[in-house]
């Protein structure tokens, strides 16, 4: 069982709400998306494990026992080209739950036209395995969904 | 063994979208299939996690591979995937 943490403070989501049908159709897995505070924050490890991608605008943590969480920080946010965003670790890192990753700013990321909200996903899971912790308001680092 | 080579050709590479489609595709045959960047070690095409941490980018080669019945069918739509702009 794995406890997937929220990375980024805000409103949690079912992914469907995510403006973006890779997401909201459960193309890359389930989960579920961060509607972000509009400020400067720093998006977090959901889990404890190791880097194993990095871009400025999403990254990937991977479980000692092989489960894979993406964070996706705003949608279309690749096409900014990590503008805005700064990069906190590296690939190949080991980190612990809640240790920063990424800093960006949501509201600079709507004031350039895009949406921010972050879905945050495992990784070839299937559906039934996801179950929702939390609705509504979340800190950054409190639980958000359990992965059976 | 079937195998088919071919460049990316998405401005994102194989991420978000193809990696996606890609790996949905991957995931409803029976087959075994198998993505490797040139040169570079095979993995699993039907995990998104395996894909993803490929890191395919624009402009790669990829050799993706699979072995049995409908393995040519099933390499052609990878393959279309994986060039669409």
């Known amino acids: ?39 400067p924050g720093r998006a977090v490890a959901p889990i404890a494990g190791t880097i194993v991608k990095l871009h400025p605008h999403a990254f990937v943590v991977v479980g000692d026992d092989g489960r894979g969480v993406l ?39 709507e004031a350039g036209g895009r949406c921010p909200v972050c879905p945050v996903v495992a990784l070839d899971a299937v559906a039934e395995a996801v179950t929702r912790i939390a609705d509504g308001p979340v800190d950054t680092g409190d639980e958000l969904f359990v992965w059976t | ?23 949905q595709t991957a995931a409803k045959a029976s087959l075994d299939v198998t993505v490797a ?3 570079g070690q095979p993995v699993n095409a039907k995990s998104i996690l395996a894909v993803l941490a490929l890191d395919v980018r624009q402009g790669d080669t990829v050799v993706i591979e699979a072995e049995g ?13 994986a060039s669409a702009p």
């Open chain 1, 71 to 109: 964070v996706h920080l705003g949608i279309d946010t690749v096409q900014l080209r990590g503008e805005g965003f700064e990069v906190l670790a590296s690939e190949g890192d080991r980190v612990e739950a809640g240790q920063p990753v990424v800093a960006w700013n949501p509201a600079e990321v």
């Open chain 2, 69 to 81: 019945e409908g393995a040519d069918e099933l390499l052609d739509a990878l393959a279309l995937i």
């Open chain 2, 1 to 23: 063994m079937a195998q088919r080579q071919i460049t990316v050709e998405s401005e994102v590479g194989l991420h978000a979208r193809p990696a996606a489609t890609f790996v």
């Open chain 1, 1 to 39: 069982m794995t406890t997937v943490l929220a990375p980024v403070a805000g409103a949690a989501l079912a992914l469907r709400a995510v403006p973006d049908p890779v997401f909201s159709q459960g193309l890359v897995g389930p989960g579920l998306a961060i509607e972000p505070v509009r400020e």
């Open chain 2, 37 to 39: 960047k040139q040169g």
